[in-house]
């Protein structure tokens, strides 16, 4: 095949079979960027190509632009030709013949457009900053040897074993095609198949999109979260924490009289392996701001999330992270906590967790600062009986209510002004409260089966803050764990975390 450069723009008739039906580009009130024009031969087509100037980017004089033809020969994209030439010249493809696209890019900046048969005599190529995909390597069943490409705009990639051990694969520089709606088609291969697949990909200038089997979204921001270094963690043969809530605090876009999810903050994140994360219940910590809670997946000393936006597929993943059942910045006083749908205290794990964070001078005797069940079968936080300035936890087990009215745990001198944190949890029929994430008791209980049974949470007349009611799974004590160190640790972890 022959090329050839002219400075001169003829008008040149459209006819080239279509790869993918779309509209005519509409001139742009700039003017336009990067035209092409098609003509029939007896041999086949001559294709002109110029750019005078980008709608949104100045090119300097300097500048080159380089323009690639594909050519799409049984689905799969073969490079055909290519031709650089300065800014404002003309680039001509002779005798081209069957369907293609042509790639435009310069300067950092890149476009494409289908070649498309209609009854304009003009093609129009935006140059903008190209796009970047992650994909994780689990799509379509991808493995080490694959290559996928994107048809039409030769951007493809090769997945390595990195890869797999990352979880995803990243492909850069994708020119945008003007007008895409998204649908896009994508080849598969390796020296034993080849297979296409339609995909709806919408790519956004200078954006990355996030791409596996249940999520299709752009990426809007990483979060990264880190743990501080202690020896209840190292103790762990498995130092790992699972579904560790953390909080994240975001400006509200509204009235604070309206409840906080329906304002704008990002409610969907991405873990590092590309599995949906999604935000838990929130409220409002001050007049323009919103609290809300994510469970990482796992975190070791450091974790990483995605906030994206975009299509996903709830069906596709298992939502049984979500631990926290409720949260309350600033619970009212001498009244039941609003439990929603449920009364219940304890999930049907046998596991309930309850974290506040209080400045307290003092106390009544017989005022329970927060309160479970009754005086017969349940649980209160109070002022120690012997001791004004301690908080003590009392547990009415339904079984023995003569001995456990004189048992009083985890007691901590802590109403004395100061701002502290306090956590009481009970997993099975283990007991471990911690004060400022360390934990001053831990121990076995003996409860009646009805112990699991007891509802309402009674907030007593002394304010709280940041109340939140959440549980744990089996995740809290891994099958070769011989005590329950991972637990105080999960505790230590979410008091360090909220500091």
């Not at 701002?419 to 994430?437: E, M, T």
């Not at 070769?480 to 160190?485: A, E, G, R, S, Y």
Request: hydrophobic share 35%; with cysteine.
């Amino acid at each position: 095949m022959t090329r050839r450069e002219t400075t001169k723009f003829a008008a040149l008739a459209l006819l080239m079979a279509a790869l993918f039906s779309a509209c005519a580009l509409p001139e742009d009130d700039k003017g336009t960027s990067t035209a092409g024009v098609l003509t029939e031969t007896e041999s086949g087509h001559t294709l002109a190509f110029t750019t005078e100037y980008s709608w949104d980017y100045d090119l300097p004089k300097s500048a080159r632009v380089k323009y690639t033809l594909a050519k799409i020969v049984d689905g799969k994209t073969e490079l055909y030709d290519s031709i650089t030439v300065d800014a404002n010249d003309f680039a001509i493809f002779e005798d081209v013949k069957g369907a293609y696209s042509v790639i435009a890019t310069t300067e950092g900046l890149a476009g494409a457009e289908i070649l498309k048969s209609n009854d304009e005599d003009s093609i129009y190529v935006r140059l903008r900053k190209p796009a970047t995909l992650k994909i994780s390597v689990d799509y379509d069943s991808l493995s080490v040897g694959d290559t996928i490409c994107i048809t039409g705009l030769l951007r493809c990639k090769q997945i390595s074993k990195s890869d797999a051990k990352n979880g995803y694969a990243i492909i850069e520089n994708i020119p945008i095609v003007e007008n895409d709606e998204g649908e896009k088609t994508i080849e598969i291969y390796n020296g034993k198949k080849f297979v296409t697949k339609d995909v709806f990909w919408k790519f956004k200038e200078d954006d990355t999109l996030f791409v596996n089997n249940y999520a299709n979204a752009n990426i809007l921001y990483n979060l990264d979260f880190s743990l501080p270094k202690f020896d209840l963690l190292d103790s762990l043969d498995d130092p790992k924490l699972d579904s560790l809530l953390v909080p994240l605090k975001e400006k509200g876009s509204h009235d604070k009289s309206m409840p906080f999810y329906q304002h704008d903050y990002s409610e969907v994140f991405l873990d590092e392996q590309g599995n949906v994360v999604s935000s838990q219940g929130g409220d409002w910590v001050s007049e323009d701001s919103i609290l809300y809670w994510i469970a990482l997946p796992h975190i070791s000393t450091t974790a990483k999330l995605t906030a994206v936006a975009g299509e996903i597929q709830w069906s596709n993943f298992d939502r049984a992270d979500s631990r926290l059942r409720q949260f309350v910045a600033s619970p009212a006083t001498d009244t039941l906590l609003d439990m929603r749908y449920d009364s219940s205290v304890f999930t049907e794990d046998s596991s309930v967790a309850i974290s506040f964070w209080f400045e307290i001078e003092s106390l009544k005797k017989d005022a329970p600062l927060l309160s479970a069940g009754s005086d017969s079968l349940g649980f209160d936080i109070r002022r120690c009986s012997k001791d004004s300035t301690a908080l003590c936890t009392r547990v009415y087990n339904g079984i023995d209510s003569a001995s456990t009215d004189s048992v009083e745990y985890g007691k901590a001198a802590v109403l004395d002004g100061k701002r502290h944190h306090y956590s009481l949890a009970i997993h099975k029929k283990h007991l471990v409260i911690a004060i400022d994430g360390k934990t001053i008791r831990d121990t076995d209980l003996k409860l009646s089966e009805d112990f699991y049974g007891i509802k309402d949470i009674q907030i007593g007349e002394t304010p709280l803050q940041n109340l939140a009611l959440y549980s744990f799974g089996d995740f809290i004590k891994h099958k070769n764990d011989k005590n329950w160190n991972r637990l105080k640790a999960w505790l230590y972890a979410f008091h360090e975390m909220q500091k």
